[in-house]
């Protein structure tokens, strides 16, 4: 009897843990209207991982500085002559923990999406300019990257100067050379958002004629952003942004964490989001709370979310996954800075008919991830 019952006990924990393991994967039972599945390339990733061989001349040091030594992450991503520009965050060893070290922006360029050949200075990084004071000595954080249809490429960013977070903008027509215009709410409703903690700017953008822009919606220009919830903004500029408010002049909630979800804790936007027949797909990142989260995922993971808004009025929530459809399954998404788990998703591009997807690792590595529709 004592052996049947080990044997039946087994059996249960053998079942519990495949069970486990199952809900610990992606959903790829994906609605019509969502982007996916995104697959992982196999023996590729990561594809950019810290270089203590990228030195630079430091402006505010004065002196040639390794700006990639310690980790490597939260990728943006966009296309430029036939080749995809990959923008990622990087951080130095100036300090001990998550958010205390330097960060730059450095890039990488390749011709198939994968592998990558990547620039020895970066391109986006902490000096004696008009951005000193939000900048230093923080950094540059956590890009988006998209490009009008005349060929100007935005940067939405954040500025951290160890106080205050601010969501910034910078504009170029190369991706090499850029020009720092400053935290995109410092004008409007005469600075009322200014000094508010504001990041992750996810700008919408439309697939025409097999490139993605910059897209318009009635006129102007629209992100959604945010990191405990999700807000919208509109621009005529790119550069100077207004956020969307209630009668009460308080910031209009799209959507939020939700209890018993993989994203009970954050909801904070990711690349730039897409405008398509089913209306403007938005890619999120969730991280699940370790008291009132989704229990089949880890305490404080990371994974991709998507929601539906509508065309007509973007502010209107249409659909939105209870499933993550991109979670961490890799052993270098699961270590490093972040070993609860973290594939934060912040480059999105079209390129020879696929969507490529880049992502964090653990806030250490920059890996790839592809979806190709069955109708381009």
């Keep these: 009897m004592k052996q049947l019952y080990r044997v039946t006990a087994l059996a249960a924990a053998f079942f519990m843990l495949l069970n486990t393991v199952k809900a610990q994967h992606a959903d790829t039972n994906l609605p019509h209207w969502a982007l996916g599945p995104f697959v992982r390339p196999a023996g590729v990733n990561p594809i950019i991982s810290p270089d203590t061989a990228g030195v630079f001349f430091d402006p505010m040091h004065q002196k040639m500085w390794h700006w990639e030594s310690n ?41 198939n999406g994968i592998t990558m050949k990547r620039s020895l200075k970066p391109v986006l990084y902490p000096a ?5 004071q939000f900048e230093w000595t923080g950094g540059c954080e956590d890009p988006r990257v998209a490009v009008s249809a005349g060929g100007t490429y935005v940067i939405l960013y954040t500025e951290w100067n160890h106080k205050v977070p601010r969501l910034a903008a910078a ?77 009460d002049s308080i910031l209009k909630i799209l959507f939020s964490p939700r209890k018993g979800y993989f994203d009970s804790q954050l909801t904070e936007c990711g690349p730039p989001s897409v405008m398509t027949g089913k209306g403007i797909v938005l890619l999120y990142n969730g991280k699940n709370d370790a008291s009132f989260g989704d229990k089949n995922y880890t305490a404080g993971a990371y994974c991709g979310g998507q929601a539906l808004f509508s065309l007509a009025d973007p502010t209107k929530l249409i659909s939105r996954l209870d499933k993550p459809y991109f979670v961490p399954e890799e052993p270098f998404e699961k270590s490093g800075q972040y070993p609860a788990g973290t594939v934060f998703t912040e480059g999105l591009v079209y390129f020879h008919a696929k969507w490529f997807l880049y992502y964090g690792c653990a806030d250490s590595r920059v890996a790839v991830a592809i979806y190709k529709p069955a109708k381009p």
């Excluded at 004696?128 to 000193?132: E, G, I, L, T, V």
């Design 128 to 132: 004696d300019d008009n951005a000193k």
């Design 71 to 111: 980790d490597t992450f939260n990728p943006a991503a966009t296309v430029k002559n036939g080749k995809i520009y990959v923008l990622y965050r990087s951080e130095d060893n100036s300090g001990q923990g998550i958010g205390e070290r330097t960060s730059r922006v450095g890039i990488a360029e390749s011709s």
């Design 171 to 247: 504009t170029s027509t190369d991706l090499h050379h850029w020009k720092k215009n400053g935290p995109v709410f410092q004008q409007a409703y005469s600075g009322k958002f200014f000094n508010m903690a504001t990041k992750s700017a996810s700008i919408v953008t439309k697939v025409i004629n097999g490139k993605q822009v910059i897209a318009k919606i009635k006129g102007k220009y629209w992100m959604y952003w945010g990191e405990a919830n999700v807000y919208a903004a509109t621009s005529t500029d790119l550069v100077n942004w207004k956020p969307l408010i209630n009668a």
